[in-house]
């Protein structure tokens, strides 16, 4: 495939991974901090982990959109799908299976709820517009990366005046994430791979405190795995060379000064929450947005009764110290028995992007590499 | 204890949790049920295995074998509830003919006879009903079986989306064949009998919603002529065989793990997929080794055999797009890894959730 199979290319690999180990101080352990999601997912996808030495640990961080989001959250939107007459309630497809107190929306759906999968909140507005007799109701989910096309579906609906249209808004903010990772007492970082989706929203500005105040080494990266051991080529450069700095790999996407026009729109919809509960962190200070003043009547919280659902997180669950990347996914109580992606616990087991359903579906052939190798070559 | 020991112990219970007999503890069916990956296995095995236990059954096999007057046949259902009904390619009736003459054939057996029935909704037209009947006799025609028996109801309308057809088929087990889990052994080669992902994907876009345009045709097809010439060629070193459907490549070979207490080994760039059908599944995200295939079958080959096996499958339409695509090792057992196009390893498990309801 063009633009994409370049990105993918062993021999490159290889030629990074050389580079790499080159690098790398004798003794010394690191730990790299993948903050995002998808780089989660693409280092399991494609194996990254096998390029690198021994002396790499990364650590997957509290990206994960659908893993931050809280069980009342869940519970709160199924209860106005199931209370408001004539309500669709739409959502992107790997929500459906999040466990709330009540059960998923899946659940719900099996229940009578009519809840629907759309692939962009425009799809929820031109559900709206098609059954003018419904509402529909949009539960948007997602870090600076998504926020922009549910702000620019909300100013759409204002323009074509939709009145039948609403958005239940879980849109949170990545640093104010990392500021709580870095509180931690428990982990110690040597660096952090950045969020390149995020970034090509709001840029590489955001993240100057990091290397500045944290002297951590910061890499935005791009998603492919050639991208994933750039950045970390860099990372260990750094380090190498005593630097900490902001470095951009993802240079083809993401600006520094991120998307002037994305981010007018979000402040045009959305503000930002004084709190905000995540799964697994608690609750953290201006880490999230709502509906703005100005979009009022298209805040699904504003219009309908919310029970504002608090249920917490179950006991045996450890998302929070996973998320944290305090504990590795293998280590909490009920990965893989209780909880599995088909019957998930907690919500690091539900998204393909969190870390326990990547490390489930994929870690241990990472960790058999060595006797694979072995194996299939003789 | 060290870290390595206590994530061996992980392992080994995640290991006798996958393995143990499922059951269905959910309170409702729910669509993920109906997607043929793990929630579906748990509804078959904790519910209908127990309910109707015998001996052709507790294999879950594509069929059932069974004697009849000293003979054995291989019988098997399939119900189709396919949206929207007609797409590129294809159509219901036609996929109900083939879904059903294909699990017959990946059992070894030359189809004989079908059955039909029909669901049909209230107020369904006529020129449907006609083109489906046309679209099955000429599936039937080509894939050499007769329509003996059927039956038609109608439900209110909403009861139903259209209509939905199940089909029944026999075909005495042939000879040639020796197929069984079981005999399968580390050494043993893995084929696919063509490009996978084009059903999947040609229904996905022909629901329309996801502004992708690209020609891709279902793979929809009977598969009998290439399992025939594989038989006719390999014989007993053809050690199993299963159509790839709901579920995909991965689930299949994730079964045949299970059931063999074998590894298995995928390459992924050796795995067909045609361009089209890699960037719509790279845009949405989803893995053409999960995607369903309606003319498609994975089939395992003793390592002697694998050039005759090729040369036989390519030797007829249906199979000329067959390729190697792994091996068969005997470790990890009960499990499928792949060496990716990237040159790193990951694990490749059965289907959870579901990426796309209602595909056959």
Not at chain 1, 303 to 317: I, Q, Y
Request: proline share 5%.
């Amino acid at each position: 495939m063009k633009y994409v199979d370049e990105y993918r290319d062993p021999e490159l690999a290889r030629h990074l991974a050389q580079r790499i180990a080159e690098r790398v101080e004798p003794g010394r352990h690191y730990k790299f901090m993948e903050v995002c999601g998808g780089h989660t997912h693409a280092i399991y996808r494609y194996g990254v982990q096998d390029y690198l030495p021994e002396a790499i640990e990364l650590v997957h961080g509290p990206g994960c959109p659908v893993c931050v989001i809280p069980m009342g959250r869940i519970d709160d939107a199924t209860a106005i799908a199931e209370s408001e007459q004539d309500m669709i309630l739409t959502c992107f497809g790997d929500l459906m299976r999040v466990p709330g107190g009540r059960g998923s929306f899946l659940d719900a759906r099996a229940r009578g709820a009519d809840i629907r999968v759309v692939y962009s909140p425009l799809d929820a507005l031109r559900l709206a517009v098609d059954n003018p007799d419904r509402h529909v109701m949009f539960y948007a989910i997602g870090f600076e990366t998504t926020a922009p096309s549910t702000a620019l579906t909300l100013q759409r609906a204002k323009a074509d005046g939709v009145t039948n249209f609403s958005v239940f808004c879980n849109h949170v903010t990545i640093i104010p994430a990392i500021k709580a990772i870095l509180d931690s007492p428990d982990l110690r970082l040597d660096a952090f791979i950045g969020p390149g989706h995020v970034s090509t929203v709001i840029g590489n500005r955001p993240y100057e405190w990091i290397s500045r105040d944290e002297e951590l080494p910061i890499v935005v990266a791009g998603f492919e795995p050639l991208d994933l051991l750039e950045s970390i080529a860099m990372i260990v450069d750094q380090l190498a060379d005593g630097r900490a700095e902001v470095e951009n790999q993802y240079a083809r996407v993401v600006r520094d000064d991120g998307n002037p026009v994305a981010l007018r729109a979000i402040a045009d919809t959305m503000t930002l929450r004084p709190w905000f509960e995540w799964r697994g962190l608690g609750s953290i200070k201006h880490s999230a947005l709502q509906v703005s003043e100005r979009y009022a009547d298209f805040d699904a919280e504003r219009r309908f009764s919310v029970p504002g659902v608090r249920v917490a997180d179950p006991k045996a669950c450890q998302c929070g110290e996973v998320l944290k990347g305090v504990l590795k996914p293998w280590e909490c109580k009920v990965f893989g028995t209780a909880c599995t992606p088909e019957t998930p616990i907690g919500t690091c087991m539900v998204s393909s992007e969190g870390a326990c359903a990547a490390y489930y579906n994929f870690g241990k052939a990472a960790r058999q590499r060595v006797e694979l190798k072995v194996k299939t070559h003789t | 204890m060290t870290d390595r020991d206590i994530e061996e112990r992980v392992e080994a219970r995640i290991e006798q949790r996958r393995r143990a007999a499922q059951r269905f503890s959910d309170e409702r069916v729910t669509m993920a049920h109906g997607a043929g990956g793990k929630a579906s296995r748990k509804l078959v095995e904790g519910v209908f295995v127990p309910a109707f236990a015998n001996p052709a059954l507790v294999t879950l096999g594509d069929a059932g074998i069974i004697e009849i007057a000293g003979a054995p046949v291989a019988m098997t259902t399939d119900a189709f509830v396919v949206t929207p009904i007609c797409f590129p390619g294809g159509s219901i009736g036609e996929l109900a003919v083939n879904g059903t003459v294909n699990d017959l054939a990946v059992s070894g057996a030359r189809p004989l006879a079908i059955t039909a029935s029909f669901i049909l909704e209230e107020g369904v037209t006529a020129d449907v009903v006609r083109a489906e009947a046309a679209a099955m006799a000429a599936a039937a025609a080509a894939a050499g079986v007769s329509v003996v028996a059927g039956d038609t109801k109608v439900v209110e309308r909403g009861k139903a989306d259209q209509m939905y057809v199940t089909t029944t088929g026999i075909g005495v087990l042939d000879a040639r064949a020796q197929l069984d889990a079981t005999t399968v052994r580390p050494g043993d080669r893995v084929i696919v009998s063509g490009r996978i992902g084009d059903h999947g994907v040609a229904i996905m876009l022909a629901r329309g919603g996801l502004e992708i345009e690209a020609d891709v045709i279902s793979d929809t097809a009977p598969v009998w002529p290439a399992v025939d010439a594989l038989l006719d060629a390999c014989g007993a070193s053809v050690r199993w065989m299963r159509d790839a459907t709901r579920g995909g490549v991965a689930t299949v070979l994730n079964e045949l793990a299970l059931a063999a207490e074998v590894g298995i080994v995928l390459d992924e760039h050796a795995v067909p997929v045609q361009p089209a059908v890699g960037a719509a599944c790279e845009l949405l995200g989803i893995d053409p080794l999960y995607v369903a295939n309606e003319g498609r079958f994975v089939v395992v080959v003793a390592a002697d055999a694998v050039d005759a096996a090729l040369a036989a499958m390519r030797s007829v339409t249906v199979g000329d797009g067959a390729a190697v695509v792994g091996d068969v090792v005997a470790d990890p057992p009960g499990r499928v890894l792949g060496r990716t196009t990237f040159g790193g390893h990951r694990m490749i498990d059965m289907l959870v959730g579901d990426p796309l309801p209602r595909i056959c």
